[in-house]
């Protein structure tokens, strides 16, 4: 089985986000980067169903050469191989389109996204990549099994979950649940220095979306802590107003 995971470089949840240009640009200055968590459950995944050699899995980026030691922590979580597309993401349907114009050549019988990026929370790769791919897609998938050329797929709805079945190729996008991350090991970090990393060139893409402007949340209020019931509810009544 050919495997195809799209990995995104994300910044560290404990990184401090400010933006720059009047508030139209993300200021990555200090800004640690890492596997976004989701597409690293898909990565852990598809390095599952390729032990004992019944599959390989190439990772695949959006991004320019500051991407590549994300990249090379994919390879030596067990990544084969791996691809970088030269050119800062834009927008999803900029990723997607990259993306399917590297893999509709490429023959692969599944490929694997996160859910979504934690960095703008889109969700919109997968189903694209379907729709560019003309492949079946499934998004917020929390259990995925393969037998032969068939899939079985749990995947989230509200108050419940829905179980669906697809031949493959198809295009999925983990949640949790489908696959513990792993942590890549020294004979893995080794090795992935050596492991290939092809860098291609961008297709041009029209652009369908600008960000206007970027604003942060509220900064969060102080917190007041009490010793008894009657306390919050004088507080409540005196101060909140809310009883």
Known sequence: MKILVCISNVPDTTSKITFTNDNTLFNNTGVQYIINPYDEIALSKAVELAEGGKGTVTVINVGDASTEPTIRKALAIGADDAVRVNAQPRDAWFVAN?????????????????RESIDYNGAQVAALLGELLDLPSISIAKKVDIQGTEATIDREIEGGK?????????????????AEPKIPNMRGIMGARSKPLQVVEPIEVSELATIARYESPAPRGTVKLVDDVDQLVQLLHGEAKVI
């Open 98 to 114: 990259q993306i399917a114009n590297y893999a509709k050549s490429q023959g692969f019988d599944l490929i694997l996204t996160g």
């Open 162 to 178: 829905e179980v669906l079945s697809v031949s493959l190729p198809v295009v999925i996008g983990t949640a949790e649940g489908v």
